[in-house]
């Protein structure tokens, strides 16, 4: 007896190393399809990343969520990439409003070192971890059974910095 198989390679994301099953599950990446000013198209990931407490809250649900409608309520981060996996910029969020700007570590206009130097006294930042989840699924015909292993770790590393400052 022959079956075909179908194999399957999930990713998700998280702030930390010990995400349990459900929250790698909600979290959400969206394909962006935008147009600049000239009209010229073009593209990002949106990765939507909620807190433990509002996933519980909303019933591991982050679908609701687009680009420009945040759910109200949302607690958690917002970023968004470039489809070779550069960083773009994000955005910290509490009961749905935006209460902090996720920049990227390193040289140029975006390091939260550099802006809490140059333009902001009395700046905290909290650096956050990159981590990327892979689990491989199986999925068995002609029942349409699913399978999936652990989840594990692929990659992990420094990303970003959210800082909050008093503007002094």
């Known amino acids: 007896m022959e079956i075909p198989l179908e194999m399957e390679l999930k990713r998700s994301y998280s702030r930390k190393p010990d995400a349990d099953e459900a929250e790698l599950e909600a979290q959400v990446t969206r394909l962006l399809v935008m147009k600049n ?4 198209e073009f593209y990002a990931y949106m ?10 809250e909303c019933g591991y649900k982050l679908h609701g969520n687009r680009y420009k409608n945040i759910q109200d309520g ?9 489809p070779d996996g550069g960083y773009n910029n994000g955005w910290t969020y509490a009961n749905g409003r935006i209460t902090g700007k996720l920049a990227k570590l390193g040289n ?6 550099a802006l809490a ?6 700046m905290i930042c909290i650096t956050y971890t ?4 892979e689990q ?6 002609p029942s349409g059974n699913v399978s999936c292993g652990p989840w594990h770790i ?3 590393f420094v990303l970003w910095e959210e800082c909050y400052g008093s503007g002094n």
């Open 47 to 56: 990765h939507i990343m909620a807190e433990s407490g509002y996933l519980a």
């Open 117 to 122: 130097k140059n333009q902001v006294r009395d």
């Open 37 to 40: 000013k000239k009209g010229k």
């Open 74 to 82: 949302f607690t958690g981060h917002i970023y968004y990439t470039r």
């Open 154 to 156: 692929v990659s992990q």
């Open 136 to 141: 491989h699924c199986v999925v068995t015909y």
């Open 108 to 113: 140029g206009s975006g390091d939260a070192s």
């Open 130 to 133: 990159w981590v990327e989840w």
